[in-house]
């Protein structure tokens, strides 16, 4: 590695530099508009060449190299607007850290990439479980994850200007987007920021049907190595978290899944 990507010569990859750029330096307004990435890795080299990669591509970042380390510096102001995860960390494991981050109002919903070496199934249900966004397996292609990176921020764009409309309420079931949080029958059902999208997704939209391809769109973003399986896979645990609830959420064979349009019906 040359001394041009040394921490010292990248203090955003240290965690020196403002997300607008170095302490005290004038910049101009347009950087306040520039994605502020944390890339949380023990491996320095590692995440010294990924921060240098993204700040190439127009971002700033902001660098952890361990678990509680990460869970300051995602919290600290201005909170970032995603988060790269090495799920193997000196003191906490990145699903650890990941659970801690959910607990958060601030970082609640920010977008959280894990990176790591262990590429398995179970690995990766655990990570969209806890509320992972993406899963990424070392090593990786930086283009590619720039590109993933950047599809999740777009979608968590939209997510936002999507005005909220308040609680929902549907039979037994009350919804809050604002909060992120969902009852049935007065008990708080536990869902992964995951979970919830889709849950608030379907039904925002009850009554009409939406595809297994709008889902992965609109819920997950476009991503190489998500399949329609997924979908299935994350309605049958929604539906099961739902208890009886969950028979609100209507399979429609062929086509895809749709959540019930009028009250009242057989459960």
Request: a negative charge; proline letters at 4%.
């Amino acid at each position: 590695m040359t001394s041009e990507l040394s921490l010292d010569r990248h203090p955003s990859a240290a965690g020196l530099s403002t997300p607008y750029g170095k302490v005290g330096a004038e910049q101009p307004d347009v950087m306040e508009h520039k994605p502020l990435i944390l890339i949380v890795d023990d491996e320095v080299e590692l995440a010294r060449s990924v921060a240098y990669s993204f700040e190439q591509e127009g971002f700033v970042t902001r660098h952890a190299d361990s678990g509680k380390g990460a869970v300051e510096a995602a919290l600290q102001s201005p909170v970032p607007d995603l988060i790269l995860l090495d799920l193997m960390l000196p003191d906490l494991n990145g699903t650890e850290v990941c659970r801690e981050l959910r607990r958060h109002a601030s970082t609640r919903s920010v977008p959280i990439v894990f990176l790591t070496a262990r590429d398995n199934e179970i690995d990766r249900v655990v990570a969209f479980e806890l509320g992972a966004d993406d899963y990424v397996a070392k090593p990786f292609s930086v283009r590619e994850l720039t590109l993933r990176v950047r599809a999740l921020l777009r979608r968590a764009k939209a997510t936002k200007s999507v005005p909220l409309s308040g609680e929902h309420n549907f039979e037994r079931l009350r919804v809050d987007p604002e909060a992120h949080q969902a009852w049935v029958d007065g008990t708080e059902v536990s869902l992964t920021a995951l979970e919830f999208r889709l849950l608030h997704t379907l039904l925002n939209r009850r009554g009409r049907v939406q595809t297994r391809s709008q889902l992965l769109e609109d819920v997950w973003g476009v991503h190489a190595d998500v399949t329609t399986r997924t979908v299935d896979t994350h309605v049958k645990r929604l539906r099961e978290k739902l208890g009886e609830a969950g028979a609100y959420v209507e399979t429609i064979r062929g086509v895809g899944y749709r959540f019930r349009s009028k009250n009242g019906g057989e459960r």
